[in-house]
T-cell receptor, first 112, second 115 residues
Framework: GQQVMQIPQYQHVQEGEDFTTYCNSS?????IQWYKQRPGGHPVFLIQ?????EVKKQKRLTFQFGEAKKNSSLHITATQTTDVGTYFC????????????FGQGTILTVHP | DGGITQSPKYLFRKEGQNVTLSCEQN?????MYWYRQDPGQGLRLIYY???????QKGDIAEGYSVSREKKESFPLTVTSAQKNPTAFYLC??????????????FGQGTRLTVV
């Protein structure tokens, strides 16, 4: 079945440093989505990428979808303590019609 | 307000007992999902359903059961066969692919503790 792998599992940064998490799928995706879960909370939708090679920005966050639509990345510039949480990617595609498959998530810790 | 509601927020269960977690949505979504999250870990899919009266096993379905008798409701039963049920359980809903690109809306979660 479809698998979505996400690395790294953990990332500790000093406030002001950049952060990147990577997502790789075993199959071609129709779209990739990113979610953020604050400590003690539930995942909240951030953004969706649909087109091959697509790049979207939300303030300090930059999201990319690979040309082959099998990988994606989330980059945060100059992290802040409010960025703390777990970032998940999720994709739909391959033989898993309609089923969102989540990556394992990257837990980001920001030290002030 | 449209949304997805899980209840209860905290649940304690004695070993050997079955317990049912509630999940209700008024977003008119066809697809619903149940995930399990252990501390510091990612989301593992238990069951999902794309239409009423139909559901499929996810990656860790053993020891769990679900029903989908109504579009709005997707309750999860944690049975006594689940050996390590203490976890954070998240329910989500989305549209079905084919009617757009599905994005997941999550409930607030239920923290289940076996005592």
């Amino acid at each position: 079945g479809q698998q979505v792998m996400q690395i790294p599992q953990y990332q500790h940064v000093q406030e002001g440093e950049d952060f990147t998490t990577y997502c790789n799928s075993s199959t071609t995706l129709s779209n990739i989505q990113w979610y953020k879960q604050r400590p003690g909370g539930h995942p909240v939708f951030l953004i969706q990428l649909v087109k091959s090679g697509e790049v979207k920005k939300q303030k300090r966050l930059t999201f990319q979808f690979g040309e082959a639509k099998k990988n994606s990345s989330l980059h945060i510039t100059a992290t802040q303590t409010t960025d703390v949480g777990t970032y998940f990617c999720a994709g739909v595609g391959g033989t898993s019609y309609g089923k969102l498959t989540f990556g394992q998530g990257t837990i980001l810790t920001v030290h002030p | 307000d449209g949304g997805i509601t899980q209840s209860p927020k905290y649940l304690f269960r004695k070993e050997g007992q079955n317990v049912t977690l509630s999940c209700e949505q008024n977003l008119n979504h066809d697809a619903m999902y149940w995930y399990r999250q252990d501390p510091g870990q990612g989301l593992r899919l238990i069951y999902y359903s794309q239409i009423v009266n139909d559901f499929q096993k996810g990656d860790i379905a053993e020891g769990y059961s679900v029903s989908r008798e109504k579009k709005e409701s997707f309750p999860l039963t944690v049975t006594s066969a689940q050996k390590n049920p203490t976890a954070f359980y998240l329910c989500a809903s989305s549209i079905v692919q084919g009617f757009g690109h599905p994005t997941a809306f999550f409930g607030q979660g239920t923290r289940l503790t076996v005592v």
